[in-house]
């Protein structure tokens, strides 16, 4: 049965502040760790920045409309923290409330429904330089405050709202991989800076219920299912020692406010398990989500590792298919890549399926509804005579994507909503402008007035007529 979409289905699209809005350092918005990183050498691809962006910031009014004119139910955007407190805590700016009143007024003007992300990467740099940001206990109340003042400006017309988004990743790149702010490469550092961001999510869902108490709150993990690369049991064990590491390392916590007991054995023998303070467990366990976020882009597939194997490896940013590296922890698991997949040109695997994997797991282990907060195809889209985009793979892999949920409806999953990545073209954080993910194209290269304009791609006329029909082929 391929028309199970639930009534009221948010078919929504998702973007973040620094990838769309520019206006970096506008109307008194503080520095965030991102206008700083960008700014180092060899960080980015080819030197792109968010400075700019796609200028969002400016064009919200325009960008809403074109929303509308689709037909979009529920647009997922970030605020950026140092737009509302520049120094990270302490004095408000007018400035940036007044911004996402106005966004979000528009929005409910258009009958779209707003899903507000509070934390999408962008720390203020006052709070990095003056006491290392994730890595000092003083973030749980910073963080708490700033969630505060947005649940209580917002709370009245904003009832989806997403706490942290990707800690997996934004931890995993910006204290292991060094691929992120602020660029450490440490095990045991990175394990107290996500204990201690996990401490503060809980803290602001728990703030969230006495000033929303009608609104629905959860954290965005990024999920790439796991499959064992073959049926020897010691690949099915570094498989099962992946998903422990990597899915309920995260999941868990949120859920049940625990750490999963093979996973915390692993990390203590290693000596990089988390300091858990007397108290940590229960504010954990307070700080349980009414909905489990899901970005999906891809799956992975695992095999044994020995003590002396691979570690960190290297990510594809050029788009140049098959230049990732190979990966894995030491003593557990390491990638393989899955011979039935076919890729996208960053390495991504394509898999529809896993996407429904992942769900019946989410939904058998921790029994929540999920909101797929990002799915979507980065490409190089190209920008014909007649401003006409032809991106039919992108056409094909949200169907596939789309038929996989309705698979998963079927099976039981409960499913609130699916938000593409992303709604107009926008900065990708380490490969640039060049991949392009959106229902409408930006036009960032002309010089002219023209420059920042913004073309429907074929895929927007696609996805309008699957709102419309809610999902019917
Ligand atoms: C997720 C992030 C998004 C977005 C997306 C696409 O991890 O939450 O912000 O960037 O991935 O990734 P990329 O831009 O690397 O292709």
Same mark, same amino acid.
């Given at each position: 049965?391929?028309?199970?979409?639930?009534?009221?289905?948010?078919?929504?699209?998702?973007?973040?502040?620094?990838?769309?809005?520019?206006?970096? !350092?506008?109307?008194?918005?503080?520095?965030?760790?991102?206008?700083?990183?960008?700014?180092?050498?060899?960080?980015? *691809?080819?030197?792109?920045?968010?400075?700019?962006?796609?200028?969002?910031?400016?064009?919200?009014?325009?960008?809403?409309?074109?929303?509308? =004119?689709?037909?979009?139910?529920?647009?997922? %955007?970030?605020?950026?923290?140092?737009?509302?407190?520049?120094?990270?805590?302490?004095?408000?700016?007018?400035?940036?409330?007044?911004?996402?009143?106005?966004? &979000?007024?528009?929005?409910?003007?258009?009958?779209?429904?707003?899903?507000?992300?509070?934390?999408?990467?962008?720390?203020?740099?006052?709070?990095?330089?003056?006491?290392?940001?994730?890595?000092?206990?003083?973030?749980?109340?910073? *963080?708490?405050?700033?969630?505060?003042?947005?649940?209580?400006?917002?709370?009245?017309?904003?009832?989806?709202?997403?706490?942290?988004?990707?800690?997996?990743?934004? $931890?995993?790149?910006?204290?292991?991989?060094?691929?992120?702010?602020?660029?450490?490469?440490? /095990?045991?550092?990175?394990?107290?800076?996500?204990?201690?961001?996990?401490?503060?999510?809980?803290?602001? &869902?728990?703030? %969230?219920?006495?000033?929303?108490?009608?609104?629905?709150?959860?954290?965005?993990?990024?999920?790439?299912?796991?499959?064992?690369?073959?049926?020897?049991?010691?690949?099915?064990?570094? %498989? =099962?020692?992946?998903?422990?590491?990597?899915?309920?390392?995260?999941?868990?916590?949120?859920?049940?406010?625990?750490?999963? $007991?093979?996973?915390?054995?692993?990390?203590?023998?290693?000596?990089?398990?988390?300091?858990?303070?007397?108290? !940590?467990?229960?504010?954990?366990?307070?700080?349980?989500?009414?909905?489990?976020?899901?970005?999906?882009?891809?799956?992975?597939?695992?095999?044994?590792?020995?003590?002396?194997?691979?570690?960190?490896?290297?990510?594809?940013?050029?788009?140049?298919?098959?230049?990732?590296? =190979?990966?894995?922890?030491?003593?557990?698991?390491?990638?393989?890549?899955?011979?039935?997949?076919?890729?996208?040109?960053?390495?991504?695997?394509?898999?529809?399926?896993?996407?429904?994997?992942?769900?019946?797991?989410?939904?058998?282990? /921790?029994?929540?509804?999920?909101?797929?907060?990002?799915?979507?195809?980065?490409?190089?889209?190209?920008? =014909?005579?007649?401003?006409?985009?032809?991106?039919?793979?992108?056409?094909?892999?949200?169907? @596939?994507?789309?038929?996989?949920?309705?698979?998963?409806?079927?099976?039981?999953?409960?499913? $609130?909503?699916?938000?593409?990545?992303?709604?107009?073209?926008?900065?990708?954080?380490?490969?640039?402008?060049?991949?392009?993910?959106?229902?409408?194209?930006?036009?960032?290269?002309?010089?002219?007035?023209?420059?920042?304009?913004?073309?429907?791609?074929?895929? %927007? /006329?696609?996805?309008?007529?699957?709102?419309?029909?809610?999902? @019917?082929?």
């Amino acid at each position: 049965k391929l028309d199970n979409f639930p009534e009221g289905f948010l078919w929504g699209s998702a973007s973040a502040a620094y990838q769309v809005e520019g206006a970096w !350092d506008t109307d008194g918005k503080g520095k965030s760790i991102w206008d700083d990183f960008v700014r180092i050498p060899g960080k980015t *691809f080819m030197g792109t920045n968010g400075d700019v962006a796609v200028d969002h910031y400016n064009r919200y009014k325009e960008d809403v409309a074109l929303m509308a =004119e689709m037909g979009l139910k529920a647009y997922r %955007f970030s605020i950026a923290w140092a737009r509302i407190f520049p120094e990270g805590t302490g004095k408000i700016c007018q400035e940036g409330l007044d911004f996402y009143n106005n966004l &979000i007024d528009e929005l409910i003007k258009h009958d779209i429904e707003p899903i507000v992300t509070v934390y999408h990467w962008d720390l203020p740099q006052a709070l990095q330089d003056l006491y290392g940001g994730w890595e000092n206990r003083q973030i749980i109340e910073d *963080f708490n405050n700033y969630c505060i003042t947005l649940f209580e400006n917002f709370g009245d017309r904003v009832k989806y709202w997403v706490s942290l988004n990707e800690q997996n990743i934004f $931890i995993g790149l910006g204290y292991l991989r060094a691929m992120h702010p602020p660029g450490v490469t440490d /095990y045991k550092r990175m394990y107290e800076a996500n204990h201690i961001a996990s401490l503060a999510n809980a803290k602001a &869902i728990k703030s %969230f219920r006495k000033i929303v108490p009608d609104g629905k709150i959860g954290p965005s993990f990024a999920l790439n299912p796991g499959y064992p690369a073959t049926c020897n049991p010691e690949d099915v064990l570094a %498989f =099962e020692d992946e998903e422990e590491l990597n899915a309920h390392w995260w999941m868990d916590v949120y859920v049940w406010g625990e750490y999963p $007991i093979a996973g915390m054995k692993f990390l203590k023998e290693k000596g990089w398990a988390p300091t858990v303070l007397e108290g !940590d467990t229960e504010l954990l366990k307070e700080g349980k989500p009414d909905f489990m976020g899901v970005n999906y882009y891809r799956t992975g597939t695992f095999e044994k590792n020995p003590l002396d194997g691979v570690g960190i490896g290297g990510f594809n940013t050029t788009g140049k298919k098959g230049t990732t590296q =190979e990966e894995g922890v030491p003593g557990a698991y390491k990638t393989k890549r899955n011979e039935y997949l076919e890729t996208t040109n960053w390495d991504w695997e394509i898999d529809p399926t896993g996407l429904r994997i992942g769900m019946r797991r989410i939904t058998s282990r /921790y029994k929540l509804p999920i909101l797929i907060s990002e799915n979507g195809l980065g490409e190089f889209d190209k920008l =014909e005579e007649g401003n006409i985009i032809n991106d039919d793979y992108r056409i094909d892999y949200i169907e @596939k994507h789309l038929r996989a949920c309705k698979e998963a409806i079927t099976d039981g999953v409960d499913l $609130i909503g699916y938000c593409t990545w992303s709604f107009t073209d926008l900065l990708s954080w380490l490969n640039g402008y060049q991949k392009r993910y959106g229902f409408v194209y930006v036009d960032r290269d002309e010089q002219d007035e023209k420059e920042m304009a913004r073309y429907k791609k074929k895929s %927007f /006329y696609w996805y309008k007529d699957v709102i419309m029909n809610n999902g @019917k082929d």
